[in-house]
């Protein structure tokens, strides 16, 4: 009898090498069913997969597993002379393939040959929608057909358990709709970190991992944010009930240390006009004391437990500090016009243009998304834009704008906060510097972090700061892939910024519920563009 496919973990725990505990005493379990992976950035998802995975060992408890592991992590790291076929692992298997046909394998060769291999390999390619052949090099497919072909080298090797990492990172909406395609067909066990909404929605239930551990909500991503919006809800209710029990206890206590002071003083008025026997002044003294004690004791004892309640109704609340993101005001004029291109023509070979006549006009406060498959252009676009790339022909012209790609690389990662705004802003003095950070949540010391140090939150929220606080905010704001490195809170807040931006917003980004968010009004989609243009 077959067992079950499973990952079970047994109070699991880990630290970092400075040794902050990162995950404690962790009870999980996996099983055949398709399982997203949440939590913010910097909790321990990608740790806890590595433990899995065996390339890190749990420092106490245990991890057991039956059947085999597949594994696709968030970038598809290759060597220059690599190929589709290595990757698969089956590059050797294929050229036995290749010297049988030619009549050229031995019998052994023959004996052990999988005949079925390239018609498995090509069926797996064309699953997640990628016009390959085994022997393309990987260096010559962009990060998202990267991604799909380790997706098809999977499907290949049919593990029992899929671990994916941040699978839809860099891909255009057919590679998305490909995962969710190849996710939705799945029957074995699979675990998905992801901060992708869309593909969330298609789990059969959710795991968060947080500071206070780890919790399985049964559904996908709407059901498990209904849950949890009724959960926190009723643990926040909880706290401010145990607090105001602390408070009412300690009003009641003073209350009666209030009444006992007012009735020892009026006993010893009464005793000083000499009107109560001396015999009776010592017990009347000795009860008050009693009195005074037991109301002291028993206040103590209600304080305490109010306490203790409070306590253990704030050991479910993840304290986290909220990440804001407050655009400045650019005071845009609805008629104003921010970016013209007109005839524009470029690439960076000259018999192959990736653009060719191509003419675009942002006016006013315009939300614009640029979308269009992997190698149509968007970056191409973008450094045109930027400057970075000059156009064979044709002209641009771009108001004062701001630019933020995927790696924010408009920052130094060895300068800290504080002395990328300054190289950025060099008008700005140390005052105006400190008050446009602190703005973005920037304050004291945190503007003195380190830029390499940053999270991918802290990274993007730091990138606004630069670009956006100097004295003369842009008019045009340029994101391209802003949610790529964000865990799905800081998503939600920098959406909420970009809401409230008045200026222009130009947006290169797959992700459909963010572009939602945002309100954009307009669509500027790049064709795919033919295989004898790329």
């Known amino acids: 009898m077959l067992m079950p496919i499973s990952i079970v973990l047994s109070n699991l725990s880990w630290s970092t090498p400075d040794g902050r505990p990162l995950l404690s005493n962790l009870d999980l379990s996996f099983g055949a069913e398709r399982t997203g992976l949440v939590g913010r950035n910097g909790v321990g998802k990608t740790t806890l997969i590595k433990l899995v995975s065996g390339e890190l060992q749990p420092q106490s408890g245990s991890i057991s597993f039956s059947g085999r592991l597949g594994i696709l992590r968030q970038s598809v790291q290759v060597e220059a002379d690599e190929t589709v076929a290595d990757l698969f692992g089956a590059s050797e298997a294929l050229a036995v393939l290749k010297r049988a046909e030619a009549g050229e394998a031995t019998n052994d060769e023959l004996a052990a040959a999988d005949w079925t291999l390239e018609a498995r390999i090509a069926a797996a390619l064309d699953r997640v929608g990628l016009d390959v052949t085994p022997e393309t090099h990987l260096t010559t497919l962009s990060g998202g057909q990267r991604t799909r072909c380790g997706l098809a080298a999977l499907i290949v090797d049919d593990p029992d358990f899929l671990i994916l990492d941040e699978p839809t990172n860099n891909l255009d909406r057919d590679g998305r709709r490909a995962v969710i395609d190849l996710l939705a067909g799945w029957k074995a066990g699979a675990i998905v970190i992801s901060h992708d909404r869309e593909l969330l929605d298609t789990m059969d239930a959710i795991v968060e991992l947080t500071s206070l551990g780890a919790s399985r909500y049964g559904g996908n991503w709407t059901q498990y944010r209904e849950r949890k919006a009724l959960e926190l809800s009723a643990v926040e209710h909880d706290f401010a009930e145990a607090e105001k029990r602390v408070a009412e206890v300690e009003r009641s206590a003073q209350a009666t240390a209030e009444r006992q002071a007012r009735r020892d003083k009026a006993g010893r008025k009464m005793a000083a006009k000499g009107g109560i026997p001396r015999i009776m002044l010592g017990g009347l003294k000795e009860r008050a004391e009693m009195t005074g004690g037991e109301n002291t004791r028993l206040a103590e004892r209600r304080r305490t437990q109010a306490l203790q309640d409070a306590a253990t109704a704030r050991e479910k609340i993840e304290i986290l500090q909220p990440l804001t993101v407050k655009l400045p005001t650019s005071g845009l004029p609805s008629n104003r016009i ?197």
């Open 338 to 534: 921010v970016l013209r291109m007109e005839g524009i023509t470029a690439g960076y070979e000259p018999e192959r243009p990736i653009l060719r006549d191509f003419d675009f006009i942002v006016t006013g406060p315009e939300r614009i998304a640029l979308t269009g498959p992997n190698g149509s252009g968007k970056t191409t676009l973008l450094a045109l834009i930027s400057g970075v790339l000059q156009p064979w022909t044709g002209t641009v012209r771009v108001v004062h704008f701001a630019l933020l790609d995927q790696s924010v690389s408009l920052l130094d990662p060895s300068l800290s906060i504080r002395d990328n705004f300054r190289r950025i802003n060099p008008d700005a003095d140390e005052n105006a510097c400190r008050a446009a950070l602190a703005r973005f949540m920037f304050r004291a010391d945190a503007a003195l972090q380190i830029v390499s140090s940053l999270s991918g939150g802290q990274l993007l929220r730091a990138g606004l700061a630069c670009a956006l606080g100097g004295s003369i905010p842009p008019s045009l704001l340029i994101l391209d892939e802003p949610t790529n490195h964000l865990d799905i809170d800081s998503i939600s807040a920098v959406e909420a910024g970009l809401r409230a931006y008045d200026g222009a917003l130009l947006v290169v980004s797959h992700d459909e519920v963010f572009l939602d968010n945002i309100g954009i009004e307009r669509r500027l989609e790049l064709p795919a563009r033919a295989a004898s243009d790329r």
